[in-house]
């Protein structure tokens, strides 16, 4: 199987280094780019992203870099959003004020409800439940841990989006996607052999590997 050009968008709001670095732990090459023409070329997208909704939007539109990402999951390329970066895929969020995002994917970004026994943010070791089989979750098992860190979740228009949950006083969605689109709320480089096994996934889905 032939690797594909993968990127790493660098807008300006990310662990982009530490992203690329667990790609490279699964034998993935990937070049962080914050020019339009490498990711126009590129054969496979990257988002990754921390902090505020608004702020990486903004970022992400000043550098020009939201057209070659819809234009990327347009034409069947495949795009993997990582933290911030699921959420962006989405139409808006209400993370202070309401922000607009890429609209790759239909719904909304809310915060999580205060709750008695809860803090927000959601942070540390947390449990993974597949809602549906996906070449991504290949040799992921029920309950298995990831690392999170994050106030707000993502609320899909289409339940048949939704690849897998997490409970946090409520379930919520934790692997997203539709197509050649798919996204992960979780951050795959602090999840130890289960972040590494799901862009292990990734890598090989996007390169045309069977689903498993």
Same mark, same amino acid.
């Given at each position: 199987?032939? %690797?594909? @050009?993968?990127?790493?968008?660098?807008?300006?709001?990310?662990?982009? =280094?530490?992203?690329?670095?667990?790609?490279?732990?699964?034998?993935? +090459?990937?070049?962080?780019?914050?020019?339009? %023409?490498?990711?126009?070329?590129?054969?496979?997208?990257?988002?990754?992203?921390?902090? +505020? /909704?608004?702020? *990486?939007? #903004?970022?992400? #539109?000043? =550098?020009?870099?939201? %057209?070659?990402?819809? *234009?990327?999951?347009? +034409?069947? @390329?495949?795009?993997?959003?990582? !933290?911030?970066?699921?959420?962006?895929? /989405?139409?808006?969020?209400?993370?202070?004020?309401?922000?607009?995002?890429?609209?790759?994917?239909?719904? @909304?970004?809310?915060?999580?409800?205060?709750?008695?026994?809860?803090?927000?943010?959601?942070?540390?070791?947390?449990?993974?439940?597949?809602? #549906?089989p996906h070449p991504l979750l290949? #040799? &992921?098992?029920?309950?298995?841990? +990831?690392?999170?860190?994050?106030?707000?979740?993502? &609320?899909? *228009?289409?339940?048949?989006?939704?690849? *897998? !949950?997490?409970?946090?006083?409520?379930? /919520?969605?934790?692997? &997203?996607?539709?197509?050649?689109? !798919?996204?992960?709320? /979780?951050?795959?480089? @602090?999840? %130890?052999?289960?972040?590494?096994q799901i862009l292990r996934n990734?890598?090989?889905?996007?390169?045309?590997?069977?689903?498993?």
């Amino acid at each position: 199987m032939t %690797q594909p @050009k993968l990127v790493i968008v660098d807008y300006g709001v990310g662990n982009f =280094r530490n992203v690329q670095k667990a790609f490279e732990a699964v034998g993935a +090459a990937a070049e962080i780019t914050d020019s339009v %023409q490498t990711v126009e070329a590129a054969e496979v997208v990257v988002l990754p992203g921390v902090g +505020a /909704f608004g702020d *990486a939007m #903004r970022h992400l #539109r000043e =550098r020009g870099l939201d %057209q070659p990402v819809l *234009a990327a999951a347009r +034409a069947g @390329k495949p795009v993997f959003g990582i !933290c911030v970066g699921l959420q962006l895929l /989405f139409e808006e969020s209400e993370e202070m004020g309401r922000h607009e995002g890429l609209g790759i994917l239909p719904g @909304k970004i809310v915060r999580f409800p205060n709750r008695p026994g809860f803090v927000v943010p959601h942070m540390g070791w947390n449990q993974i439940e597949p809602a #549906r089989p996906h070449p991504l979750l290949r #040799r &992921v098992n029920s309950g298995d841990f +990831a690392y999170f860190a994050h106030s707000y979740y993502a &609320v899909p *228009a289409n339940p048949a989006d939704i690849i *897998a !949950c997490t409970d946090y006083g409520q379930l /919520f969605p934790t692997v &997203v996607g539709r197509d050649n689109v !798919c996204a992960i709320q /979780f951050h795959p480089e @602090k999840s %130890q052999q289960v972040g590494l096994q799901i862009l292990r996934n990734f890598v090989e889905w996007a390169g045309g590997g069977e689903e498993g």
